[in-house]
């Protein structure tokens, strides 16, 4: 099952630099090439508060919804915030949180949208406002559903927030891969960081992978993984400073959904960032991790 819903492709003035149009053509490319159905998509809800309460400041949270944010804050979250906007942001926590839900029977989920690590409990930035994944890995260990949850992120960009936000649990282990050089400036610590130099093309970076999951295995035993996927790992990324190829990215997701399927734990993926100059290399780069998720768990 896959999460989705019209409020994701939120308007944005024209020149922005986040691709909002992918989250329109994805699940349309998706459908197009039957990689899947129509009626594997479901529309998520807002999020109840009281979820997303478990993870975020209170006070943070209250601005948010009553548009008190200052526009230094709104600025560093990448977005100028509005109602439709706010209302986005709990409805894709609501999705990842659904998707992990439906995950505990089905295996595998998506959600179109998420992937927000660059989220801090009271504060949001790099387009990123409340942090879907920690909130939907909380609300599965307070429901007792796993004991044990890992996130996987393998964005371009550390996943600091994510980093931060599980600093003091021993619940959920945080594996960040990403280019040494980029932002952020001031990276957090993850349970394991791996960091890679600009340029870093598909084998050694593969590799690198691989040895970082076998890492991960010597010290946690994951009950369920969520996986963020950003693809501004590619060469062809604006934002990324790294080497991959389509091939490769495609390859980096393999490996992870054969690492879920090896040691026989659920999955969860949203798709984080990409910003390569043509959209229909972002969309391929996405739908690449539909497709192999799919075929390893599906």
């Not at 894709?92 to 439906?102: D, P, Q, S, V, W």
């Not at 399927?261 to 690449?288: D, L």
């Amino acid at each position: 099952m896959i999460a989705f819903h019209p409020i994701y492709v939120h308007e944005l003035p024209e020149n922005h630099r986040f691709p909002m149009e992918k989250y329109d053509l994805l699940p349309r490319q998706l459908i197009h090439e039957g990689t899947i159905e129509e009626s594997q998509f479901f529309a998520p809800s807002s999020i109840e508060n009281r979820y997303v309460e478990a993870v975020h400041c209170g006070n943070y949270l209250q601005r948010l919804r009553k548009l008190e944010m200052t526009k230094k804050e709104q600025r560093v979250s990448g977005f100028v915030h509005n109602k439709t906007l706010i209302q986005r942001e709990w409805t894709i926590m609501e999705g990842t949180r659904k998707a992990a839900e439906l995950a505990m029977t089905t295996n595998i989920c998506f959600n179109i949208a998420g992937g927000t690590h660059h989220a801090f409990s009271d504060r949001g930035e790099g387009f990123c406002l409340l942090n879907d994944q920690v909130i939907a890995a909380q609300w599965l260990l307070d429901n007792k559903l796993v004991s044990n949850v890992l996130i996987i992120d393998l964005d371009v960009h550390q996943g600091n927030g994510s980093a931060a936000l599980c600093a003091n649990s021993s619940h959920i282990y945080t594996f960040s891969m990403h280019g040494k050089n980029n932002y952020p400036l001031h990276k957090q610590r993850s349970d394991i960081d791996i960091e890679l130099d600009d340029g870093t093309k598909d084998m050694t970076y593969l590799n690198e992978l691989k040895m970082g999951l076998e890492r991960i295995m010597k010290h946690f035993e994951p009950s369920f993984i969520f996986y963020q996927a950003g693809v501004d790992v590619l060469e062809s990324d604006k934002l990324g400073r790294l080497g991959l190829s389509l091939k490769g990215c495609k390859e980096r997701d393999a490996i992870v959904f054969d690492f879920s399927r090896q040691i026989e734990v659920p999955i969860v993926t949203t798709m984080g960032g990409g910003y390569s100059k043509e959209i229909n290399t972002i969309v391929e780069a996405h739908a690449n991790t539909y497709r192999c998720g799919y075929d390893i768990r599906g």
